[in-house]
């Protein structure tokens, strides 16, 4: 690779670790994490057969991770003997699936230097590499390539604003020349492709695989009596019940409010990051005597139970099971550097709300689109669309209704890679 992208991971590698070793969190989970990866690379190439069929799947973080799992799942289920290795980039995905039991490893990614991708590719020898939606990473993809190794990406969208279409971006550019196939999302990624040379021929709009995951999540849905048992004893199924996913401070600015001068609603709030700090802020911004953790359900007096307008997710792996129990969702992350999964909330057809930060993100503007969703960028425009949820049902439902078809209309992304990739 480039000397200049050489020496760039060098210096993000050396400043994570120079965080981790002044307690930053992240930081030093990752720095850790990337340390017992060869080890775990050495288990996995112990344990595989001779001869078995090794498939190494990248996520970044765990938004990739779901777009990859439908994937995953597949291969478990139509290739029994595959042996499947996933790495992430980011804590947020490989500490909450460290433990994934349909992988048969699972490792921190190491920074993007020639050595690291050298060895990393030496141990695991995979048979095919997957990368999901947006890693480019320069070294791995040219280590893979020298090993003859296939390599694919899923899931991907292109943008005008990207590096690959910009005139310096010569390097990236080249990046692109070393997947295989490229599986992208839509249309207009194709045409970008294309005008920058790449070979149509090597691109296939296949969609996006998060459709057909929340599809399976709608079809196998995690019972929660605990959150049911509240629900019942706080007005039962037909109270108006707002379910805000991967919520964050901004966001609470926004609808917390709503929530203060709507008495006649309810809330689950799950939290995209929680720590006890920032749970008792919560706790105390909604009012201590209204509010439950998850945590404190089963230890909690029953009148205390009852009394309770809102429950506070403190613990991951619920939400996307969650939006069932919405009368309308609100997606949070767009305040920020953008939305969380909308479309875990609308496959259960309800009304999705998320903030103005979605530009990036396909599936916003098709559900707004089909009249399933609904941007806001203030308090005031909360107020005003959730305010018309409750009392308009008829409106409710139809919102709700169209998010659910526009998910509907669009699954079938995996079956299209798998039936390229592993055609037989």
Request: hydrophobic share 40%; aromatic share 12%; glycine share 10%.
């Amino acid at each position: 690779m480039n000397p200049l992208y050489n020496t760039g991971i060098h210096l993000y590698g050396g400043a994570v670790r120079f965080l981790g070793s002044l307690g930053h969190r992240k930081a030093g989970l990752m720095t850790r994490g990337q340390r017992s990866t060869m080890e775990a690379l050495r288990r996995f190439d112990a344990e595989s057969p001779e001869g078995a069929e090794r498939i190494w799947i990248h996520a970044a973080s765990l938004g990739e991770f779901e777009q990859g799992r439908p994937l995953i799942e597949w291969l478990r289920r139509e290739r029994p003997g595959a042996r499947i290795l996933l790495s992430f980039f980011s804590p947020s995905g490989y500490e909450v699936r460290k433990n994934f039991v349909a992988a048969d490893c699972v490792v921190y990614l190491p920074f993007d230097t020639p050595r690291a991708a050298r060895e990393f590719v030496a141990m695991a020898r995979p048979s095919i590499a997957v990368f999901v939606k947006y890693e480019f990473w320069g070294n791995y993809l040219t280590a893979l390539s020298r090993a003859r190794v296939p390599v694919y990406i899923i899931s991907a969208i292109f943008r005008e604003g990207q590096i690959f279409f910009r005139p310096y971006g010569g390097m990236f550019r080249r990046m692109l020349g070393c997947f295989t196939r490229i599986f992208v999302q839509d249309n207009k990624s194709l045409t970008l492709l294309r005008g920058i040379g790449v070979d149509p021929e090597r691109v296939t709009v296949a969609g996006d695989t998060r459709f057909d995951r929340v599809t399976d999540t709608l079809r196998s849905a995690r019972q929660v009596p605990e959150v049911e048992e509240w629900l019942d004893a706080t007005g039962g199924r037909d109270r108006f019940t707002l379910v805000a996913g991967s919520s964050w401070g901004p966001d609470e600015d926004v609808y917390f409010p709503w929530l203060a001068s709507h008495p006649e609603v309810r809330a689950i709030v799950a939290p995209h990051e929680f720590d006890a700090q920032r749970l008792e802020a919560m706790r105390n911004r909604l009012g201590a005597d209204v509010t439950l953790l998850h945590s404190e359900l089963r230890n909690t007096a029953p009148e205390r139970v009852a009394a309770a307008r809102y429950l506070i997710i403190d613990c991951f792996g619920l939400l996307a099971s969650l939006y069932r129990f919405a009368s309308m969702a609100y997606v949070g992350g767009g305040f920020g550097v953008g939305i969380h999964s909308v479309t875990e909330a609308a496959v259960f057809s309800v009304p999705v709300i998320f903030g103005p930060n979605y530009g990036k993100f396909r599936e916003a503007h098709g559900l707004i689109a089909a009249g399933g969703a609904f941007s806001v960028d203030s308090p005031r425009t909360f107020d005003t669309i959730a305010t018309r949820m409750i009392k308009d049902t008829g409106r409710r439902d139809d919102t709700g209704e169209a998010a659910g078809k526009y998910i509907a209309d669009n699954v079938g992304a995996t079956e299209t890679i798998t039936s390229i990739i592993f055609q037989p």
